[in-house]
């Protein structure tokens, strides 16, 4: 149907920089869905929230969890789900339940959920409303290997129901990449693109704090864009002259972030961190 898109993924826990707090639970709950899990005794996973700012990895995460699990990911179109007749949003969920249900194991990637489901339930006669409570109900319920990956920018506008412990198995916050995280994700992306690079990544990495995974990797592009318009390879150099010129969103965004960061260190989500 048009409200589950599939989404081929080639992506791997490997081009994760950081966040290694996460992908070792990835590990753990991706071995949960094995026959031996299930004479273990173990239930099958629910799915994971993952919050943070933009450019986090959030996206990449949902991919590479479907990637390597060898499932498919399915991609809900919240906007689409919103649209049209009143009172067939709900009718539509129920069926994009059922084929996500059909189609398992999957993965039910649900983007952006604050954007879908943030709004104002005054403003929609109750739609979002009911929507969620369908798909919070069915989450509770649900018996089948549907592995549900949401992932939103902020909480303020998230519905207290989607935060609450028991619906997701884990809330995650993908924090800005600590100066180690910083150094292996502008690791990846040059060998992404430079396979045997032996750039050396020290004074950039102190030049690049409060840059997201996303403006990390723009900076690599940026250097190349660079050095190319000039005719020649790109250098530590080149990537230091980009960073300065990237102003990364945090640095906008301030407050935002700070507040998102002070809700999580409530206990209410882990780190994807290490320490
Ligand atoms: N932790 C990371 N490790 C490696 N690359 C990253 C990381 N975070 C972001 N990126 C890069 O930035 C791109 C955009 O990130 P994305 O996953 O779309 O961010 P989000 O969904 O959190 O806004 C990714 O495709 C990847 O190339
Ligand atoms: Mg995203």
Redesign the pocket.
């Known amino acids: 149907s048009e409200l589950l898109e599939y989404c081929p993924s080639e992506a791997s826990p490997a ?5 290694e707090a996460l992908k070792h639970w990835l590990e753990q709950r991706h071995m949960a869905f094995s026959e031996e899990a299930m004479r273990y005794g173990l239930p099958l996973p629910r799915g994971v929230l993952l919050v ?1 700012p ?7 995460t949902a991919k590479a969890i479907a990637h390597s699990w060898s499932m498919p990911l399915l991609r809900l179109d919240v906007g689409r789900l919103f649209a049209g007749l009143v009172g067939a949003s709900e009718a539509r969920t129920r069926d994009m339940i059922q084929r996500a249900e059909a189609m398992a194991p999957c993965v039910l990637w649900i983007d952006e959920i604050d954007k879908g489901f943030g709004g104002d339930s005054r403003s929609d006669g109750g739609t979002s409303q009911r929507v969620l409570g369908t798909v919070l109900t069915w989450m509770a319920e649900k018996t089948s290997a549907v592995f549900v990956v949401a ?1 939103a920018n902020g909480v303020d506008k998230l519905p207290g129901e989607l935060l609450r412990k028991g619906r997701f198995d884990e809330i995650f916050l ?1 924090d800005l ?1 600590s100066a180690d995280e910083r150094h292996s ?1 502008l690791d ?2 040059l060998r992404r693109r430079r396979p045997k690079h032996s750039i050396t990544l020290e004074v950039l990495v102190d030049r690049t704090a409060g840059f ?3 403006e990390l ?1 723009q900076t690599v592009i940026e250097a190349m864009h660079l050095a190319f318009a000039e005719q020649r390879e790109f250098g530590e150099a080149d990537l230091i002259a980009a960073a300065s010129q990237v102003v990364p969103l945090s640095r906008t965004a301030r407050e935002q972030l700070e507040a998102l960061q002070a809700w999580a260190s409530g206990g209410r989500a882990r780190p994807a961190s290490r320490g």
């Open positions: 081009d994760i920089g950081g966040h943070g933009q450019g986090t990895g959030k996206s990449l992932t993908l990449p994700i990846l992306q997201s995974g996303a990797e």
